[in-house]
């Protein structure tokens, strides 16, 4: 693991003008930021700052605020919570040293325990959770977060060369990531902490002594007595802080979801058969995370060998997963030039004995994985180059890394005692780096949902309400399998996220940018060629579905549009030789797409001529003279292959792609978004197909006009299949 510091000091709890809320169409918290700043210092500090990484603050304090009010919002997005939340923040000079700092604090202001709907009697809730759970405000006059931030990083004699990165794009090279650290410690000030002390053992108290435990103990077990921390005698409880490797986190909602979460990186060779398998590999700072579906190409060795200037062999790297040495100059420069020479994965192999080591580094501008491989493994890969060598990057769910014998995740409990950092944190174990682990990790990617971070399922578990979909990296994946029918390939992930992020704390922006995201899936190569393909051979193979005004049921959309993407290859535009898979699967489709005897009964007997007229007048579309002469053609001697040309070239032809547009966007909407027919319930009939189809026929297909995506993915209906 890469960490920039070796502790990150969080978790504390105190008894002891404000900016913009982050309430939106997305989520239902508000998020205030206090400035607890005197005039001329923190947020106040009126130093002249140049506009950085989607930050337009001009002065070193707005900045500040800037990256605090992303991260609010990030937050705000997915929580549910009546009661506003507001952080009192600050900065301060706080501990630090030439090479180790402590980067911020941050914890519940109060703590409340026996409020209504609380899920555990007698215990303490930070007031943020308890407010959130009661309905009410239980001390409007008290901040429920209190956060400090050391405004020495960077500064002679404090962890000298490097500084707060204070952009909110997440492109930090060798600085530490503001928004990243913020994200932390809002978390620990929502609930991801402890009141109970690591060091002793002990409860907290009331005024009057008595001790109860906390929220977050009820969860927090230890797998050598069995028994969780509110079980446990003060001496069990201390003693448990320090038993490396069995501290635990028992909740039902972050163990069901790890694995869709924590994995181990892997190059898994594909062919030749004599070294298929799986190959332990290391993980990069910057680009996008490999992912459970991965990069799948094949492999081909860059020249020159090292990767540190332009290559020379783009021809053969093009579309390709390139193998490159380490050495002679830094890892972001060989991914970059792999990149822009066509690659579509990077594998660094080693050029020491030992395992790979985690690579280094950040450049905003590349977008495609990379993993590294041991010196042994490298030279495997390298001896299999002229055979056929095919090799896939991805994260191995199936091996999730930082986790017990039953599957339950690790908690932080170092040998020794490590305060602020203890208990209060995943273990450093797990794989890809949480956001709540004890060291920031410059791999972060601003998003506390699955599948990139456990932060909200561990939120669930303590009892907050919430809604990942207000999660740009959840909001994007699950485009890709409404859409697309599968997992998201890190490039297009990355890709789609940085989209929205691209905004930062505008909100107008953001609100745009994810309705063209969404839209964008629809209109996408790999959808048109695949799912509104099948749904144009519906349309002209048997025209609407009598009593219906569209001419499939989602059913059977999505078991022929599983099929298309699918066989005989997997289709990921941009990966490989995708435009042939394509054509192949469109091909094998059609073909047995026309030999199904229902098919075969509406179109028995027909010549060309007849064939052809009867699939454009299914279509409702008056062709071209060039577009009925192509199809006619296309028919040939007739047959099953004549009919499947013929099909094609009606389906695909201007006049029916133009002609069914709208009404396969409409539709879509049902089928991606709400996983339902039109009038399946709640609905009853096409009454709101019908509106809506209307609504884009009238702005002429212009989506953003007609409010037609972001009617659906703001709706309470499509909100509802991920939480309340």
């Avoid at 001329?40 to 605090?68: E, I």
């Avoid at 060779?269 to 070294?275: A, D, F, H, K, R």
């Amino acid at each position: 693991k890469r960490a920039f510091l070796p502790k990150f000091l969080a978790a504390v709890f105190a008894l002891t003008v404000v900016l913009a809320a982050s309430t939106d169409a997305f989520g239902a918290a508000t998020i205030v930021i206090l400035n607890n700043d005197a005039a001329g210092v923190g947020f106040n500090d009126p130093t002249p700052a140049a506009p950085v990484g989607n930050n337009t603050g001009t002065t070193l304090g707005q900045q500040r605020l800037n990256a605090f009010q992303f991260a609010a919002n990030v937050w705000g997005a997915t929580l549910n919570s009546g009661a506003a939340i507001t952080v009192r923040a600050s900065w301060a000079e706080m501990e630090c040293s030439t090479n180790s700092a402590v980067l911020a604090s941050a914890g519940a202001v109060g703590i409340v325990r026996n409020f209504p709907n609380a899920p555990f009697t007698d215990t303490w809730y930070p007031a943020s959770l308890a407010n959130a759970l009661g309905g009410s405000d239980f001390n409007p006059s008290s901040p429920e977060i209190s956060a400090r931030f050391n405004s020495r990083i960077g500064t002679p004699g404090c962890f000298e060369g490097r500084r707060f990165y204070l952009g909110l794009d997440g492109i930090h090279g060798a600085d530490i990531d503001l928004v990243s650290v913020l994200m932390h410690e809002f978390g620990h000030g929502l609930g991801f902490q402890t009141f109970t002390s690591g060091s002793t053992g002990a409860q907290a108290t009331n005024q009057a002594g008595q001790a109860f435990p906390s929220h977050y103990d009820h969860f927090l077990a230890d797998n050598t007595t069995a028994k969780t921390w509110a079980q446990m005698t003060d001496a069990e409880r201390q003693a448990s802080a320090f038993n490396t490797g069995h501290l635990i986190w028992t909740g039902s909602n972050v163990v069901n979801d790890l694995r869709a979460v924590l994995g181990t990186p892997r190059v898994r060779v594909n062919s030749p058969s004599t070294i298929a398998g799986n190959y332990t590999a290391t993980t990069a700072d910057f680009g996008p995370r490999v992912s459970a579906a991965g990069t799948t190409s094949s492999v081909a060795m860059a020249s020159p060998a090292d990767g540190c200037t332009a290559l020379t062999n783009p021809a053969a790297v093009s579309g390709r997963v390139a193998l490159i040495d380490r050495g002679t100059c830094n890892f972001v420069v060989k991914v970059r030039n792999a990149q822009n020479a066509g690659a579509v994965g990077v594998i660094v192999a080693n050029n020491v004995t030992g395992a790979p080591i985690q690579m280094g580094g950040g450049d905003s501008t590349i977008t495609i994985p990379s993993l590294m491989v041991s010196l042994t493994d490298g030279s495997t890969l390298k001896s299999q180059l002229t055979a056929g060598l095919n090799a896939t990057l991805l994260l191995d769910n199936f091996a999730p890394a930082g986790v017990d014998a039953q599957g339950r995740p690790l908690m932080f409990a170092p040998s020794s005692f490590e305060s602020g950092s203890s208990v209060s944190h995943w273990d450093t174990s797990l794989s890809p780096n949480q956001l709540m682990e004890p060291s920031v990790s410059g791999d972060l990617i601003h998003s506390i949902a699955l599948t990139a971070d456990l932060t909200a399922s561990q939120m669930r578990d303590i009892g907050w309400s919430l809604n990942p979909i207000g999660d740009v990296n959840f909001f994007v994946r699950q485009h890709y399998l409404d859409f697309l029918n599968r997992q998201p390939d890190s490039n297009g992930l990355y890709f789609w996220r940085e989209d929205v992020f691209n905004c930062g704390v505008d909100k107008a922006c953001i609100e745009v940018k994810r309705i063209h995201v969404s839209a964008a899936f629809f209109l996408s190569i790999e959808f048109q060629g695949t799912g509104n393909l099948v749904y144009k051979m519906y349309k002209a193979g048997f025209g609407n579905m009598p009593g219906t005004p569209v001419a499939v049921r989602r059913v059977d959309f999505l078991n022929d549009t599983r099929q298309i993407q699918s066989t005989p290859a997997q289709v990921i535009v941009g990966q490989g030789a995708w435009e042939q898979q394509l054509e192949s699967n469109k091909q094998a489709f059609a073909l047995a797409f026309v030999q199904r005897p229902a098919f075969q009964s509406a179109h028995a007997g027909q010549d060309a001529a007849a064939f052809v007229n009867s699939l454009f007048a299914n279509a409702g579309v008056t062709p071209t003279a060039a577009e009925r002469d192509a199809a006619v053609s296309a028919f040939g001697a007739g047959g099953t292959s004549g009919q499947t040309a013929a099909l094609r070239s009606v389906a695909e032809s201007n006049s029916v792609s133009t002609r069914t547009f709208n009404e396969a966007f409409v539709l879509m909407q049902y089928f991606g978004y709400l996983q339902r027919d039109p009038d399946a319930a709640p609905d009853s009939n096409f009454s709101g197909y019908n509106f809506w189809l209307g609504k884009l026929n009238e702005f002429g297909g212009n989506f953003i006009n007609a409010e037609m995506v972001k009617a659906f993915i703001d709706s309470t209906e499509y909100r509802n299949r991920f939480g309340q």
